[in-house]
């Protein structure tokens, strides 16, 4: 608790003055938005009317400050938000060291030092400005929480010793922790270009896009997590560059978590968000729904990806994140062992699938095919990637997991990229266009064509320095100029929506291409269809009635 400032013994003394830290500022504001009144919180802290407005009014600046604390020391001891001097230098230097030290390098003092002088030549920063003594880099350390430089730095190739160590640790964990596949977690990201065909799809057919044509390179973000017992998926998480897309129009529900960033970038802002608001709620929804304890301990596996907080400010009561050690993704890592890459040859086969099925030729395909179309295919390809493999993926890892299966990983893999491409070719094969005679290297090459594409910002010292002086908003619209031609569409009605529901049932029954047990579900669909719009004109009527006439 805080020290809490004693108010004056009597109406006619005055009252002394008094200096809040940041943290108890934060608690004014915390108590104030449960409604404590203000009268309570003047007498506790000793202050007046007008320093709570002040504080009321600076609650944004506050929250965002504190927000990128890096410790809470910090909170308790500072007392205003005055600005420290040359500000983007210390933002872009900060950053800087962020960057370096996630990939696992050693970081020194004079290396801080002299990092910092050749940023602030860049930004103009006059020698007589800052002489970059021991007293600024140990008040550099202060502000941002760094206690120790001298860290001896991994190497930066692929180690299977590191991965064998790293290994032995893992297991000592899960045993001391009495961990079931249940209560482990892998989550990764992945790019994903959500509109590329391959090359030669346009070179064909007549097309008249095809001269000069460039892959489509629009991408989204999306992370991916499951269990290692594969019972539970969480829901994908998706990372676009519009905040409100025009295809997301009058849609009520996404099958996706979707979030913003102006390059489809993940963030450790975002990170967070998804972690707290999205993986906690359901972690602990599934072990209800497994009979487990509220306070049944879970752990996150991360890799040592820049965008990824640190561990300790990912911790959720006994939900905890624990980090991979730097450059062993690609020997260890669960979701890099074959399950992103069969979810992205199941979300190319849907794509492949659409076009095959547009009344339109490749290039208008690719212009209407819309970011709504890509998270519902996401999700539907996220959903068909079997449990089977979400289990196998943890073989390299902890082979404990799952001891009931009697195939190799590497087989498992050659396996699974083996089905996705042959499966890919028979959708192919089928076409009545030019599709047909795409050769099979350059189908696999699609398949892979985002394989590496990158899910946080690569940056250079340029690059730090431009994000920090010029920050980029997140966009409010799809700008590209596919979404600018697409035209907006008008709610359906339920009138439409049964019509056209009764319309394909009538076809599928006369069609041979569906069973007796497919018509039959088409059946119950319209069942509950039905039952829907009868609650909706309900819901209408009662509306209607204390309408004033």
């Known amino acids: 608790m805080f020290s809490k400032p004693k108010p004056s013994s009597s109406k006619g003394e005055k009252r002394k003055h ?3 830290t940041l943290n108890q500022k934060l608690e004014i504001i915390k108590r104030l938005e449960k409604g404590e009144n203000r009268n309570i919180l003047m007498n506790e802290f000793n202050i007046g009317s007008s320093t709570i407005y002040d504080i009321k009014k600076q609650k944004d600046e506050l929250m965002k400050f504190a927000s990128q604390s890096v410790t809470t020391e910090k909170l308790a001891s500072r ?6 001097k040359l500000v983007q230098l210390d933002s872009v230097l900060f950053k800087w060291f962020s960057a370096v030290r996630s990939e696992g390098k050693p970081v020194t003092g004079p290396m801080i030092v002299e990092k910092a002088k050749k940023f602030g030549q860049d930004l103009g920063v006059a020698e007589s400005e800052c002489n970059y003594s021991d007293g600024w880099l140990r008040n550099f350390k202060f502000r941002h929480g760094i206690r120790r430089l001298d860290v001896i730095g991994e190497t930066l190739s692929a180690n299977q010793n590191s991965a064998e160590k790293y290994k032995d640790e893992f297991e000592k964990i899960v045993a001391d922790n009495d961990l079931t596949p249940e209560q482990i977690y892998n989550a990764d990201e992945t790019g994903l270009l959500w509109r590329c065909l391959p090359t030669s799809t346009l070179a064909g057919g007549g097309e008249k896009a095809a001269k000069g044509f460039k892959k489509n390179k629009d991408r989204l973000t999306v992370l991916l997590c499951a269990n290692a017992s594969g019972n539970h998926r969480v829901t994908p998480f998706v990372i676009g560059k519009s905040a409100k897309p025009r295809a997301f129009k009058n849609v009520t529900h996404l099958p996706v978590q979707y979030k913003a960033q102006s390059n489809a970038w993940m963030t450790a802002a975002l990170f967070k968000d998804w972690c707290f608001h999205h993986f906690v709620p359901e972690v602990k929804e599934s072990f209800k729904s497994l009979g487990l304890p509220e306070d049944t301990k879970a752990i996150l596996l991360l890799d040592n990806c820049k965008a990824h907080p640190p561990v300790d400010e990912l911790v959720s009561g006994n939900i905890v994140a624990t980090l991979l050690p730097p450059n062993v993704t690609s020997l260890i890592q669960p979701m890099d062992q074959g399950v992103i890459q069969n979810f992205k040859c199941f979300y190319r086969r849907s794509f492949i699938q659409g076009l095959l099925n547009a009344d339109c030729d490749v290039t208008d395909f690719q212009k209407k095919f819309t970011v709504k179309d890509a998270v519902y295919a996401i999700a539907l390809s996220w959903n068909q990637v079997k449990n089977t493999t979400l289990q196998k993926c943890w073989r390299k890892l902890w082979p404990a997991a799952n001891p009931a299966s009697d195939l190799t990983l590497q087989t498992d893999e050659e396996e699974n990229h083996q089905d996705a491409l042959t499966k890919v070719l028979d959708v192919v094969r089928s076409a009545e266009n030019p599709l047909k005679t795409l050769p099979e290297d350059e189908v696999e090459e699609w398949l892979l064509i985002d394989e590496n594409e990158p899910v946080e910002q690569e940056l250079t010292d340029e690059d730090i320095i431009n994000i920090v002086v010029n920050p980029q908003p997140t966009q409010n619209l799809e700008e590209s100029d596919s979404d600018a031609e697409t035209e907006e569409k008008e709610k359906i009605s339920w009138a439409e929506a049964a019509e056209s529901l009764n319309k394909f049932i009538s076809f599928a029954e006369a ?16 069942n509950k269809f039905y039952t ?10 009662i509306r209607d009635f204390f309408k004033s006439k």
């Open 79 to 84: 007392q205003t938000l005055k600005k420290r």
């Open 511 to 526: 069609s041979s291409s569906y069973s007796a047990s497919e018509i039959i579900d088409f059946h119950i669909i319209r």
């Open 532 to 541: 829907k719009r009868q609650k909706s004109k309900k819901q209408k009527d």
């Open 18 to 20: 008094v200096t809040l």
